[in-house]
């Protein structure tokens, strides 16, 4: 004899609708409102910080040395190397010119050399390689170039999903932007960042103008009015006012 208590079909049935009905109740499920398309230009084409390499073309001019443009050109690039450069900076010199411009690169490498010396970049910062040239014929420019970290956009630019003309109904009915858009605009911010860790931190405050201040002060003192007097006249200069 079955000891088990006998149960019918419809009691059966309802024990395992409660139990699917539990189990929905505790399934992880991503809940998501709206739509998925990302709307804001920021998050379709977001800024990230990346490791990317700066050169500098010098092309060699006259019997090979470095005219005013082309020094001015190099010392603003040491300067960016010696205070973001990683690791070395590297000088290309083109191998396989022709014979008449062999003599003036060498003499162009040498006048970056002493330029490089002469800006505070030591002997082992530099290191001389050489690449072949496609063409003798053509110009082939002497290249600097280093290691930073630099400001770009993480996606590419110029890629449109959906067609401008026709598109599908479903994308045009939501009016939503085209993926594209903005992408431009965040290279051109992101490629006028000359600190790029200005966008992941702010800068402390710099030093206070405390002669200003003190005068400020005084003034406040005496019952009077701290604030400068300025006009758009063309005649008033802001020293001229703050000195008052």
Request: glycine share 10%; net charge positive; proline share 6%.
């Amino acid at each position: 004899m079955s000891l088990l208590p006998f149960r019918s079909p419809v009691a059966i049935l309802a024990s395992i609708a409660l139990a699917t009905a539990l189990g929905a109740c505790r399934a992880d499920r991503a809940e998501t409102t709206g739509s998925l398309y990302p709307a804001d230009y920021r998050v379709r084409h977001p800024i990230v910080l990346a490791d990317a390499t700066r050169s500098l073309d010098v092309f060699v001019t006259g019997t090979g040395h470095v005219d005013p443009r082309q020094r001015a050109d190099i010392e603003a690039f040491l300067l960016e190397f010696r205070r973001y450069g990683r690791g070395t900076l590297i000088l290309d010199i083109p191998r396989g010119v022709s014979p008449s411009q062999g003599a003036a690169v060498e003499r162009t490498g040498a006048a970056i050399r002493r330029l490089g010396a002469d800006n505070g970049i030591g002997g082992r910062q530099m290191i001389v390689t050489g690449y072949a040239v496609a063409d003798p014929f053509l110009a082939a420019p002497l290249r600097l170039s280093f290691q930073r970290m630099e400001a770009k956009v993480a996606s590419q630019c110029g890629v449109w999903p959906q067609d401008l003309g026709v598109g599908s109904p479903g994308f045009s009915s939501r009016n939503e932007a085209h993926w594209n858009l903005g992408c431009a605009m965040q290279a051109n911010v992101a490629s006028q960042v000359a600190d790029p860790v200005d966008l992941v931190r702010g800068r402390p405050e710099g030093r206070i103008d405390s002669i200003r201040r003190t005068v400020d002060i005084n003034k406040l003192r005496e019952g009077k009015d701290p604030s400068t007097i300025w006009r758009q006249d063309g005649k008033t200069s802001v020293k001229s006012a703050i000195e008052n």
